[in-house]
């Protein structure tokens, strides 16, 4: 639904289950005639087969890869100091799954954009779409052809390089967060690469006293955000409606 309200030019055409419900079945194709979109009514199995076992819950879209906005585009989003800003660089996330996550709740969070390195890395593909619940559609993406040079462009624009590493010594609680900041997170498996992390200005860790595990990029990247947004954004907001 977030794909056909929100982002229409990049759905191909969609399949709907013969068996879904009567009401979504015909909002769903009324959003795709209002569009043009071609749409199918198919058997269930068909889904199944089509989308290889993935939970699909009686439809499916064909879509275009998302269009992604240039460093140089995204830095232009910045709001002049001193308002907060927040945004993130992802250093190759591999998994869309996680990469949907992060940027979910980078919307959520507040942030400007989300920058992503064009090579090794997932892409915002229709899973991605789907597991941000349609946040690819609405914050802006950048390209990053170099995930250590985009921290160093961010920082020139202003902003505090915070890497999310687990082995850093400090915590992201033992000192304020600045209110204009970039967060950098790593890959699932290797965390933040050498160089990326050399790029920041300090690097962080998510205190996790629960035992030997570590915590999934995305739910680290989710506290660090959300750690922000309390600090700054927040009352930052409380000062202007004072």
């Keep these: 639904m977030s794909l056909l309200e929100d982002a229409p030019s990049r759905c191909l055409k969609v399949f709907v289950a013969k068996t879904m419900q009567n009401a979504f079945f015909a909002k769903v194709t009324e959003l795709c005639r209002a569009s043009g979109i071609p749409y199918y009514a198919v058997e269930a199995r068909a889904l199944d087969e089509m989308l290889d076992g993935e939970s699909h819950q009686g439809v499916a879209a064909s879509v ?34 996680n990469l949907g996550a992060m940027i979910r709740s ?49 920082q020139k624009a202003g902003l505090w390089a915070i890497g999310l590493d687990e082995s850093a010594r400090a915590t992201i609680y033992d000192s304020p967060i600045p209110a204009r900041c970039l967060f950098v997170v790593g890959s699932e498996g290797e965390g933040i690469s050498r160089t990326a992390a ?29 750690e922000w947004l309390r600090l700054n954004r927040m009352s930052y907001l409380r000062s202007e409606n004072a």
């Design 64 to 97: 275009a890869q998302a269009p992604m906005i240039a460093l140089a585009d995204a830095e232009g989003l910045l709001p002049a100091a001193p308002a907060p800003i927040m945004a993130v660089v992802a250093d190759h996330v591999q998994d869309p799954r």
């Design 198 to 226: 050399a790029a920041c200005d300090e690097t962080l860790r998510i205190p996790a006293d629960c035992g030997p595990g570590s915590l999934n990029a995305s739910v680290a990247l989710s506290v660090a955000m959300f």
């Design 106 to 154: 980078a919307e959520a969070a507040g942030a400007a954009f989300v920058a992503l390195p064009a090579r090794r890395g997932a892409l915002p593909t229709g899973t991605v779409a789907k597991t941000s619940a349609g946040a690819s559609l609405r914050l802006p993406l950048a390209s990053a052809g170099n995930v250590a040079n985009a921290v160093r462009e961010l």
